[in-house]
Nanobody, 118 residues
Framework: QVQLVESGGGLVQAGGSLRLSCASSGRIFRITDMGWYRQAPGKQRELVASISGGGNTNYADSVKGRFTISRDNAKNTVYLQMNSLKPDDTAVYYC????????????WGQGTQVTVSS
């Protein structure tokens, strides 16, 4: 089993910044694809950004140029730096560790609320 512990959410004004952190207990973190998802009330969960074990990144079009995903394998931690935040970024953000390629599960953090006021 993998536990994901998130931190960094909060309430900020439009144009502000936040950095989300996700610490993983996964034993194969270094080769695990990690991602940040978000879900706003009444909407489907969507992928915000992902980073592979090899360091390749992908971003949703809506956050390109504003958000940056990174990882520190020595700390078993993935980050999401969010700049120039907009009210539309308001959502619950979830950390994800995808170990399905190893015959294991797709793991999720508890979710952290990000609220951007106008």
């Amino acid at each position: 089993q993998v536990q994901l512990v998130e931190s960094g959410g909060g309430l900020v004004q439009a144009g502000g910044s936040l950095r989300l952190s996700c610490a993983s207990s996964g034993r194969i973190f270094r080769i695990t694809d990690m991602g940040w998802y978000r879900q706003a009330p009444g909407k489907q969960r969507e992928l915000v950004a992902s980073i592979s074990g090899g360091g390749n990144t992908n971003y949703a079009d809506s956050v390109k140029g504003r958000f940056t995903i990174s990882r520190d394998n020595a700390k078993n931690t993935v980050y999401l730096q969010m700049n120039s935040l907009k009210p539309d970024d308001t959502a619950v953000y979830y950390c994800n560790a995808d170990e399905r390629k190893w015959g294991r599960n797709n793991y999720w953090g508890q979710g952290t609320q990000v609220t951007v006021s106008s």
